[in-house]
């Protein structure tokens, strides 16, 4: 036996005492289709392992001499079993084309890894290729799958089909540790962390078909931020080094105390078709009402040209955030859209951050309905330059900021803020700003002066029990064909409809037919109408004296 098996070994016989699997850093010699089987009912660790009927109980298996772990061997656990696990993979790597499987076999449950240690069920150290799937993860005290990098790049690795749950998910008095792996992050997978160990990026990774629940976080995804790894520091000394092609795809998060995913220092990342429901569960306030922390349900960090869409995201309940559109810190030409949001804390609240507005991001396409627990701001901190944010459906929303924002372009929404909510602005920061607001549509409200010609009307949506459609445009309705035409190369609308008119507001076809429930301006009462705009000019007016006796 040479040398690295013997090593090797050795390692794996202190699983039995120290419940970690070590599998060793090893060089990738040969591939190796082998396929190791391990059935918590039926085996036994004096078998081959390498058929069904040979397979070993549990781990310690691994521990026989001839054990070959390398590029295309697979690791396959018995549907309904149990099987502790506590493992480290450091610089094991397979190939493209034959990656190093762990999964599961067998008819039933799925394999359920788990560990009662403050640890990861599974930590990858410098691993490239490998495929985790079909799986369930659960640590009481732990954490899922942390990734990261400390002496070479990671490539390749995908997740499928893992159920995440069963790991801390109480209500806390701050924001999770998240630089030092999923355990102390309460998180289902962690990517490097903030700050991050070193400049090597995780690039290529994949998760789908995933479920995270009874859990405080779901996926945190960081890259490197700059030398010095101080991700708090002056822009002069940004240097980010981005994971790119990252792709989260069909996840459902749920019932947890946290957010559900960062894309933190990523390029090219996509985030779509995910739920994100009853996430950021803590409040966050504490016996005096004072803001504690701050948890929103999907957000960017420091990304670039990276987009989150298809999603719907409901139900936070964070009163400093509980967002469902967040820029945070240096995010640039990033993208939200395709957005249902609905139930949450407010739809909006980007946050700029230093002295640098960030720049020529997107929101398009997105309904927010009942967003209302606290106000919306298209932004905030030092600002957004370029944003375009275009052919949204807000509806019932609270007080809606319009500020801090130059060279921008806002058209084609409908918001229809809650009775005695108000669009605010800053007529001062305004003039200077070089914005564009035009073919927008507001009703409960008065128009903002910066938009005073665009339409003050109802929108004439179709109603009816379904939730989602209920905000298509009837036929007839003065919002369709009415918009601003934005060439942007999209196709379908947030229902899935062909987008044939220029409309205000987040349906692009040409009406759909009235129901029973459908509402126009021609049974509004124009009574309470008024009296509603007597409200809204009265707050504004308290609003911009109050602003005035700060700035005094």
């Not at 390398?70 to 690791?75: I, L, N, P, W």
């Not at 985030?271 to 005096?288: F, K, M, P, S, Y």
């Not at 319009?402 to 809650?418: C, D, G, K, Q, Y």
Request: hydrophobic share 35%; net charge negative.
């Amino acid at each position: 036996m040479n040398t690295v098996k013997k090593a090797l070994c050795i390692l794996l016989s202190a699983l039995l005492v120290i419940t970690v699997l070590p599998f060793a850093v090893i060089e990738v010699t040969a591939l190796s289709d082998i396929t190791y089987y391990l059935d918590a009912e039926n085996g036994d660790n004096s078998n081959s392992g390498t058929s069904p009927d040979e397979a070993w109980k549990d781990l310690g298996g691994f521990a026989n001499e001839g054990v070959i772990l390398d590029a295309g061997v697979s690791v396959l656990f018995r549907c309904g079993g149990t099987y502790d696990f506590n493992v480290t993979l450091e610089g094991l790597c397979g190939t493209e084309e034959h990656p190093f499987v762990i999964s599961s076999y067998g008819e039933g449950q799925r394999p359920v890894l788990t560990t009662e240690a403050y640890d990861e069920v599974l930590t990858l150290i410098d691993c490239s290729y490998i495929t985790i799937s079909d799986l369930e993860m659960v640590a009481p005290n732990g954490g899922g799958i942390w990734i990261d990098t400390i002496n070479k790049e990671s490539v390749g690795i995908t997740i499928d089909n893992v159920y995440f749950h069963g790991m801390p998910n109480g209500t806390v008095n701050n924001r999770d540790d998240q630089s030092n792996g999923a355990a102390p992050a309460r998180a289902a997978v962690m990517v490097k962390g903030l700050p991050a160990h070193s400049r090597y990026a995780v690039n290529d990774l994949t998760i789908t078909n995933c479920e995270v629940y009874d859990c405080a976080n779901g996926f945190m995804i960081w890259g490197s931020w700059n030398d010095e790894q101080n991700p708090w520091c002056t822009p002069d000394k940004i240097d980010p080094v981005y994971n790119t092609g990252l792709l989260i795809s069909d996840c459902y998060f749920h019932d947890m105390d946290a957010e559900a995913v960062i894309i933190g220092i990523c390029d090219g990342a996509l985030v779509t078709n995910c739920r994100a429901i009853d996430t950021c569960q803590g409040v966050g306030l504490d016996e005096n009402g004072e803001i504690q922390y701050f948890t929103a349900a999907m957000w960017f960090w420091g990304s670039v040209n990276s987009t989150i869409q298809y999603c719907e995201i409901a139900g936070q309940k964070n009163y400093g955030d509980g967002m469902a559109v967040d820029f945070d810190s240096h995010t640039h030409n990033c993208t939200y859209q395709y957005i249902y949001s609905h139930d949450n804390m407010r739809f909006m609240c980007n946050n700029a951050k230093d002295d640098t507005p960030q720049q020529n991001n997107t929101v398009r396409y997105c309904l927010s309905v009942n967003d209302n627990g606290g106000r919306s701001a298209i932004a905030s901190g030092n600002g957004e330059n370029g944003l375009n944010f275009y052919n949204n459906t807000i509806i019932n929303c609270a007080d809606f900021h319009m500020r801090h924002l130059t060279n921008s372009f806002v058209a084609n929404n409908i918001i229809i803020p809650e009775d005695g909510c108000i669009i605010l602005y800053n007529l001062t920061e305004e003039l200077s700003a070089n914005n564009t607001y035009e073919n927008n549509c507001y009703y409960n409200t008065i128009n903002p002066v910066v938009d005073a010609l665009s339409k003050n009307i109802l929108p004439n949506f179709a109603g009816g029990t379904d939730a989602l459609t209920a905000y298509e445009l009837v036929e007839g309705s003065s919002l369709i064909g009415a918009g601003t035409k934005v060439e942007d190369g999209l196709t379908l609308d947030i229902f899935g409809n062909e987008i044939t008119s220029s409309n205000i507001g987040c349906y692009g076809g040409t009406g759909v037919a009235a129901t029973e429930n459908s509402v126009d301006s021609e049974n509004e009462n124009i009574f309470i109408r008024l009296a509603k705009f007597v409200e809204c000019v009265f707050k504004i007016l308290v609003q911009e004296i109050k602003e005035l006796i700060e700035d005094i």
